[in-house]
């Protein structure tokens, strides 16, 4: 079984940047295609970053490409989502997820390992 926690959420005002961690453990960590999804008060959930097994190949939602960028260390277990430049819309719950292939990630097509989430909050 895999767990994930992520850390790293927190308040900022637009324009600031902030970078989540998700650490997880139970897996060989380049084993597993990882994620990064959010979702707003009464908003469905959203693709926001996904990133293969050794970080050769990411995707990013077109809300996101050029403010974020997703990024993982498996000597650390840890994949990072790094967000610049932050606008109010931003705001939500940030989840990290994993899976042993990347499509169901891409495709938002039920990734197998889910994170609690972290709330990050973009003040205007």
């Known amino acids: 079984q895999v767990q994930l926690v992520e850390s790293g959420g927190g308040l900022v005002q637009a324009g600031g940047s902030l970078r989540l961690s998700c650490a997880a453990s139970g897996r060989t960590f380049s084993s597993l295609a990882m994620g990064w999804f959010r979702q707003a008060p009464e908003k469905e959930r959203e693709f926001v970053a996904a990133?293969?097994?050794?970080?050769?190949?990411?995707y990013y939602a077109d809300s996101v490409k050029g403010r974020f960028t997703i990024s993982r260390d498996n000597a650390k277990n840890t994949v990072y989502l790094q967000m610049n430049s932050l606008k109010p819309e931003d705001t939500a719950v940030y989840s990290c997820?994993?899976?042993?292939?990347?499509?169901?990630?891409?495709?938002?097509?039920?990734?197998?390992?889910w994170g609690q989430g972290t709330q990050v909050t973009v003040s205007s």
């Open positions: 990133i293969t097994y050794y970080g050769l190949n990411t």
């Open positions: 997820a994993a899976d042993g292939d990347i499509q169901p990630i891409v495709t938002m097509n039920n990734p197998r390992y």
